[in-house]
Nanobody, 123 residues
Framework: QVQLAESGGGLVQPGGALRLSCAAS????????RGWYRQAPGKQRELVAS???????TYINSVKGRFTISRDNAKNTVYLQMNSLTAEDSAVYYC?????????????????WGQGTQVTVSS
């Protein structure tokens, strides 16, 4: 079973920066897609940024130019560098990783989620 371990959340002042990390472990054969989602109180979970195996990235409009998603394939880790944070960025952030793992007799697809890390932007 693939597991994700998130770290890097916390309390930061407006205009500050945080870097989130998400390390995947388990019987991973390959990783195809990685994404960071967030969910604020009373709101739906939204995809903030994603990165494909080829390095292609997507961002929601509200974070473009401020957030950067990256990956370290050797460490099976995905990062989210968040700069110029505002109160509207406050949320629980979740990483999501999709790929292939060693199954019972063959490879099988996995779709794993991190436990979530709180990001609070406040003065």
């Amino acid at each position: 079973q693939v597991q994700l371990a998130e770290s890097g959340g916390g309390l930061v002042q407006p205009g500050g920066a945080l870097r989130l990390s998400c390390a995947a472990s388990g019987a991973i054969v390959s990783i195809n897609d990685r994404g960071w989602y967030r969910q604020a109180p009373g709101k739906q979970r939204e995809l903030v940024a994603s990165i494909t195996n080829g390095g292609g990235t997507t961002y929601i409009n509200s974070v473009k130019g401020r957030f950067t998603i990256s990956r370290d394939n050797a460490k099976n880790t995905v990062y989210l560098q968040m700069n110029s944070l505002t109160a509207e960025d406050s949320a629980v952030y979740y990483c999501n990783v999709v790929g292939l793992q060693i199954g019972g007799r063959d490879f099988e697809r996995f779709d794993a989620w991190g436990q979530g890390t709180q990001v609070t932007v406040s003065s």
